[in-house]
């Protein structure tokens, strides 16, 4: 964050957009050492200001929590964060998660993707591209034709 050549390091200053007080107060005692106790939400909110920030340590540890609660109920919202941050790993376990589960009617189903649709729909369609085209969906489709 403050290396040379860098405005943070030219003033002196780091500029925080976007950030709430609580991602903020984690941020800052995890550069003092401290390990946050994670939860999705928090994850996810460290995970973007760890990322604006490049402390890479923390985004590491965030991306390493998401992708270990990654399941149906929490896929939507991390697959637009995948989108946000173009985080291809995590976009991809997204992906294989949907396309592996049992429950993608269960997810398609759920009020979180018809607001994909509405409020991100390019979003939306690469998703249901990347899924389409996922190996284990070519797969499956060829196991249920033969």
């Known amino acids: ?32 050492g401290q390990s946050p106790c994670l ?11 760890a990322d604006a920030h490049q402390v890479q340590d923390l985004r590491w540890i ?9 399941d149906t109920g929490t896929v939507l919202k991390t697959v637009q964060l995948a989108e946000k941050l173009s985080d291809s790993i995590l976009m ?4 294989q998660l949907l396309t592996e589960s049992d429950n993608r009617v269960e997810v398609a189903e759920q009020g979180a993707m018809k607001a994909l649709m509405q409020n991100n729909p390019g979003l939306a369609q ?6 389409m085209k996922h190996p284990s969906s070519l797969k499956r489709k060829a196991d249920e034709m033969s």
């Open 126 to 131: 690469k998703l249901l591209i990347a899924v």
């Open 92 to 95: 991809e376990a997204c992906v």
């Open 1 to 32: 964050m403050f290396q040379p050549g860098t405005k943070e390091h030219t003033c002196k200053t780091v500029e925080m957009k976007e950030i709430d007080v609580s991602t903020l107060k984690h941020l800052v005692s995890f550069m003092y």
């Open 62 to 70: 965030c991306l390493q929590y998401l992708l270990c609660n990654l």
């Open 39 to 49: 939860n999705i939400p928090l994850a996810r909110s460290l995970f973007v200001a």
